[in-house]
């Protein structure tokens, strides 16, 4: 059984990284990759998508109970629910949002109750209904451009109210090399760009193959400076940058609430 992107199947249109979730939470493993022509990396689902909050490193949790404190917070692209589980732990009241239905079905088997599918570009939900959003996984990148992050950074505005926060993530080009997978170079300073897709295979009860191919993935890399640029003509200043080289994450306050700005 191989299924693509292209070929029509009753469950939707092909999911792998949600697949990927499903089956193992369901103890039925398979292998999740990023693919870019021959080169390739292991997706690693176990550890990027059920790590238990022992192995997070501190400034990650420091992230976390920073937007715990303007509750509620709206989890963008929350994969199989570690956060929501996090903070539900805490009793802090967060919703979840992701793309994918196999993701969204894997976090409700898991314990999280509020969680629901839907585009981060055109989110379901209310206007001013959150205090805090949570975009981590590098899918600010999935704007392409500056222009789509400013569209994206819109977004989170909308949902959020007068004195809002967010925190999002990517990778800093100027600390990429071009064996990073995907990798695509850009005239502009502090600009690249990263195309990949997903495949997710394991063998079925049967014997059989079930190989499940995502479409293409682009994303935008910037670097903090360029993510400074893009919050032009929107809400939002940056208000901190947490360095893991190359990855990093900022921190994003609407201006009304920013003395600075």
């Excluded at 893991?244 to 306050?253: I, N």
Aim: aromatic share 8%; proline share 5%.
């Amino acid at each position: 059984m191989e299924r693509t992107d292209s070929e029509p199947a009753g469950s939707g249109p092909a999911d792998p990284l949600g697949r990927a979730m499903l089956a193992h939470h369901r103890d039925t493993p398979g292998r999740l990759t990023y693919r870019d022509g021959a080169d390739v990396q292991d997706g690693s689902v176990a550890e990027f998508y059920f790590s238990s909050p022992e192995s997070w490193d501190r400034e990650a949790i420091e992230l976390l109970e920073r937007l715990t404190d303007r509750e509620p917070v709206l989890d963008v692209g929350c994969g199989a629910g570690k956060h929501l589980l996090w903070w539900a732990d805490r009793g802090v009241d967060a919703v979840g949002v992701d793309a994918s239905p196999n993701a969204v079905r894997t976090a409700r088997k898991r314990g999280v109750d509020d969680v629901l599918v839907g585009d981060m570009f055109d989110l379901p939900i209310e206007t001013g209904a959150f205090g805090a959003v949570h975009a981590v996984g590098t899918q600010l990148g999935l704007g392409r451009s500056l222009a789509g992050v400013r569209e994206l950074l819109a977004e989170f505005a909308r949902v959020t109210d007068d004195a809002g926060i967010a925190v999002v993530d990517n990778y800093d080009p100027t600390r990429l090399d071009e064996e990073f997978v995907g990798y695509r170079s850009d005239p502009r300073e502090g600009i690249a760009h990263r195309c990949f897709h997903l495949e997710f295979e394991r063998e079925t009860a049967d014997g059989e193959r079930y190989r499940e191919v995502g479409r293409t993935l682009q994303f935008l890399l910037c670097s903090p400076d360029r993510l400074r640029e893009a919050t032009t003509g929107t809400p939002w200043a940056v208000t901190d940058v947490l360095r893991s080289d190359p990855h990093y994450r900022a921190v994003l306050a609407k201006s009304d609430s920013n003395p600075d700005r």
